[in-house]
């Protein structure tokens, strides 16, 4: 039988991103009442979403029958207002997600290259295969550091976007100003360099935004998912001082991408800084705690440097690997990340979410479970 082909067989054949599972498939599997589940693999807010935005969706007309703005105005100019930029510097998109695959398809072209590291956000190297570009993957080094020599390297060779996350993801490895600005001072002037702050509150510093004042082939992107706590949402941005940068994005994007209530809710937690607070404190306390309780741990180790809200686990026990943890944490009402299923980061590793204390207990108290089973 004859079938409509696609463009390229990786779309067919290419990787598909593995999210964290839900707490339903956990409760439903192992009988687990789903308030006791600790869900520690997609990196949500422990506190829930911005009331802030709670409110502002409550209250507004949410006009189900009338289109949109096209450009997500009213969205763009409380971004633009918060962070002291034009709003035709703002492009906005139905997450973070949306904005990194207008950037791959924007700025670079089928055949040509795209900088990062190894490992990264999955989804920069998915989106790159799957489309025919061509991902230029730098290896982290020891305990992951970003190997900024090796990356600057790289940039000689003049790929058409050079992707950098900070703090990253799956290590939680921040990059700091000079070396943020190496990289800019390195790349070429027609290469487009990608700053993913995804997760910069969690850092607790400000971020690069600044640094778009001075180099007009930078973007930051950054999400409504994490700290605001809106992953339901589907909220996320790109900004640059360069409106020359953010035209084509906002050309090529999905007409009407982002409906009345992603704006308004999305309006509303840009400002939401207690809520954002509340969640980098909890955060904080989280990992002082659990960093304590695996210092003390023989067949797990917490990777230093990490200043995000997850961590990376390294298993040191060589009878384990990540899946065999990765399902006993599951029978015991714990879902993390294995890291077979990030490229780049393999079978030694987990990466898990810091949140509620009763929920990193949990996870501890698997992990020491795993610890004395195997030893019995
Ligand atoms: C580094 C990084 N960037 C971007 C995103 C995308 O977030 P969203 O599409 O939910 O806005 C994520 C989500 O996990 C991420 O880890």
Not at 132 to 153: H, I, N, S
Request: aromatic residues 8%; contains cysteine.
């Amino acid at each position: 039988m004859t079938v409509p082909q696609v463009s390229s067989r990786a779309l067919v054949e290419g990787p598909v991103y593995v999210p964290g599972l839900p707490r339903e498939y956990v409760a439903a599997k192992y009988g687990i009442p789903l308030d006791d589940i600790a869900k520690l693999g997609s990196a949500e807010n422990p506190h829930g979403p911005s009331p802030k935005a709670v409110e502002a969706l409550a209250k507004m007309d949410p006009k189900l029958d009338i289109y949109p703005d096209w450009t997500a105005r009213p969205l763009r100019e409380a971004i633009a207002k918060r962070y002291g930029f034009d709003p035709d510097c703002v492009v906005c998109g139905s997450g973070e997600t949306e904005v990194i695959s207008l950037v791959i398809r924007a700025f670079c072209g089928v055949g040509e290259s795209i900088l990062m590291h190894d490992p990264c956000f999955p989804i920069y190297r998915i989106f790159s295969t799957v489309e025919g570009r061509v991902p230029m993957l730098v290896r982290m080094g020891e305990d992951f550091d970003p190997v900024v020599d090796a990356y600057v390297a790289r940039l000689a060779e003049k790929p058409r976007i050079a992707f950098i996350t900070s703090p990253h993801n799956p290590t939680g490895r921040l990059l700091d100003e000079t070396e943020v600005r190496r990289i800019c001072d390195a790349a070429d002037r027609e290469t487009l360099v990608v700053l993913d702050e995804a997760y910069i509150h969690y850092s607790e510093t400000d971020g690069m935004m600044h640094l778009l004042r001075e180099y007009d082939n930078l973007i930051v992107l950054r999400t409504f998912s994490k700290a605001y706590g809106l992953a339901g949402l589907r909220v996320g941005f790109g900004i640059a001082a360069n409106p020359d940068l953010i035209r084509p994005l906002r050309n090529i994007k999905p007409t009407w991408n982002m409906g009345h209530l992603q704006m308004a809710g999305g309006a509303a937690a840009v400002f939401d800084d207690e809520h954002v607070n509340r969640a980098v404190a909890t955060v904080v306390a989280s990992k002082a705690m659990v960093e304590a309780a695996m210092a003390k741990m023989n067949a797990f180790r917490m990777v230093p440097g990490c200043r995000s809200n997850f961590f990376l686990t390294e298993i040191l026990d060589p009878d384990l690997d990540s899946t065999a943890v990765f399902n006993g944490l599951l029978e015991r009402g714990v879902i993390v990340k294995d890291g077979t299923d990030i490229e780049g980061l393999g079978p030694r590793y987990l990466r898990v979410d810091l949140n509620l204390q009763k929920h990193m207990e949990r996870f501890l108290g698997a992990l020491r479970d795993i610890e004395m089973s195997k030893v019995a």
